[in-house]
């Protein structure tokens, strides 16, 4: 018989088979950053253009991930993740053979589709497979993998965009995907919920016109002319929405979309206010450095690659460690530290990037073979800001879920999830934001080829992430203490 009951499958092979799930998608998150400068040049597209193939992915996530998240507790989490890493497979061949920029918008929302079937059910069936004083460490191997990500996309990203060109990085998850698919279906569990449910199909469709809605008001805010009315018609969408979606929840006391009750349980509301500014921070950080490093000071995407390798080292190497320690400690306080430590760590390199600027790259586009000039200028600060990340995202993601149910986990990530995605948004929306009010110009192919007015406005854009992560440890304190499991099951 296909698929294990749970806790049949040793829960460790289990985590083995969900981090090779999401690893493509963190991998696809991050691995856009290098790549833009070479998809743009290839594509012959201006970073405005480009931006929405980011965009498009995140938007189609974050609106989808809550309902998402709740399919996989009704029908089963091991089905709803197989789909999602077959639809992704299929869209990542899409996006690599793509040879326009509105192919490759459209097959980068289609990954969306597919993440957001699979993502929320990784941490539902970490849940389900894993007791609640070794949830943490389990959370904590899951930010090991995306720490691994973090170093796979930008570094071996940079590695094929100067080898084999940018679009082996997307046909890679192919191979990875038809590898999970066989594993996934034989050792996953069901996970499907023992209670009679049923999807609330008129809320999904409100949770998702909010979503949507929120999201594109994010990525459009700068924009004028006709968008500025689509952006009052979204607002008001949004507005109307939600106060339809909440009376529809009132009736829906059996198997509601969004369990209310869930933000009552201890740390979940507060965690995601948190992941919501850890993702900005965190996004922010490695959009800037990378367009610094490649526009800025003209290093080859092997290099820019590179430089991001010491916080994604560290986060991966340290993640599991730290969430270790929220099933001994305070996860409050370890999230706090983190977030504190990597806010240093951006002052740090908002100091490098100062110094680098100046002076001259000596190396006009330093290749495999000779380090660019005031690389090592980063070394330090991106150790510093890995050590914080990895006190905050394991942690966040453990002291988050922590007290709730088994059967409403899928519900609970969906949630996290989305929070983590409109972050995403939030981050691309302001830097861009940021950078074109620094440079007093938008973001073509001719601004983007100003080294010198790039180099001198990114450093002053870098204090977003750092103000993102302060923002996020004062937050983080407003964390409750009480450690009663909720009852969660008809509360809404």
């Known amino acids: 018989m296909s698929g294990k009951p749970l806790r049949d499958t040793a829960p460790n092979f289990v985590l083995a088979i969900l981090s090779l799930g999401f690893l493509m998608t963190f991998i696809d998150l991050t691995v856009m950053n290098v790549a833009i400068p070479a998809i743009s040049a290839d594509l012959n597209v201006g970073m405005d253009s480009l931006l929405w193939a980011v965009n498009s992915y995140v938007l189609v996530v974050s609106f989808l991930l809550i309902t998402m998240g709740r399919l996989g507790d009704i029908v089963g989490t091991r089905n709803m993740f197989l789909l999602g890493v077959a639809l992704f497979s299929a869209a990542s061949a899409g996006v690599g053979a793509s040879r326009t920029a509105a192919q490759m ?33 389990a959370f904590g191997t899951w930010g090991t993998v995306a720490g691994a990500a973090a170093i796979a996309g930008p570094f071996l990203g940079g590695l094929v965009v ?8 997307f046909l890679i998850n192919v191979p990875v995907g038809l590898l999970v698919l066989p ?19 008129l809320g999904a469709i409100l949770i998702s016109v909010v979503l949507f809605s929120v999201t594109y008001i994010f990525m459009e805010i700068r924009s004028q002319g006709w968008s500025v009315v689509m952006q009052a018609f979204g607002g008001a969408a949004a507005v109307a929405a939600l106060i339809l979606f909440r009376q529809q929840s009132r ?68 993640a599991r460690y730290t969430g270790g320690l929220t099933d001994r400690y305070s996860g409050r306080n370890v999230v706090f530290s983190g977030l504190l430590i990597s806010a240093a760590g951006v002052m740090f390199l908002i100091w490098a990037m100062n110094l680098a600027v100046g002076g001259t790259v000596s190396v006009a586009d330093a290749g495999l073979g000779q380090v660019p000039e005031k690389f090592w200028y980063f070394i330090a600060p991106m150790v510093l800001v890995g050590i914080g990340n990895a ?44 950078i074109e009010w620094r440079i007093g110009q938008s973001l073509d192919v001719k601004a983007q080829k100003d ?42």
Request: hydrophobic letters at 55%; glycine letters at 8%; proline letters at 5%.
């Open 391 to 434: 006190c905050v995202v394991a942690p966040t993601n453990a002291t988050a879920m922590r007290r709730v149910p088994s059967e409403l986990a899928g519900a609970a990530s969906g949630i996290l999830n989305t929070v983590r995605q409109i972050g995403f948004v939030g981050a691309v929306t302001m830097t861009n934001f940021l």
């Open 251 to 318: 009736r829906q006391d059996q198997s509601p979309l969004i369990p209310f009750g869930l933000f009552s349980a201890e740390g979940f509301a507060t965690m995601n206010l948190v992941m919501a500014c850890s993702s900005i921070s965190i996004v922010a950080l490695m959009l800037i450095i990378s367009i610094f490093l490649q526009t800025g000071l003209n290093y080859s995407a092997f290099y820019a690659g590179l430089a991001i390798v010491p916080a994604s080292l560290m986060s991966m190497l340290l």
């Open 162 to 169: 100067s080898t084999v060109g940018w679009r082996w990085i």
């Open 105 to 137: 918008i459209s097959f980068r929302a289609l990954q969306g589709v597919g993440t957001s079937m699979l993502l929320p059910q990784t941490l539902a069936i970490l849940v389900q497979v894993f007791p609640p004083e070794k949830r943490g460490a």
């Open 183 to 201: 594993l996934g279906w034989q050792f996953l569990p069901v996970g499907k919920s023992a209670q009679k449910a049923s999807l609330d199909i």
């Open 451 to 492: 080294a010198a007015l790039m180099a001198h406005a990114l450093p002053d854009v870098m204090w977003l992430p750092a103000a993102a992560m302060i923002t996020g440890a004062i937050v983080c304190r407003t964390v409750r203490g009480a450690d009663e499991r909720v009852k969660l099951e008809a509360r809404t």
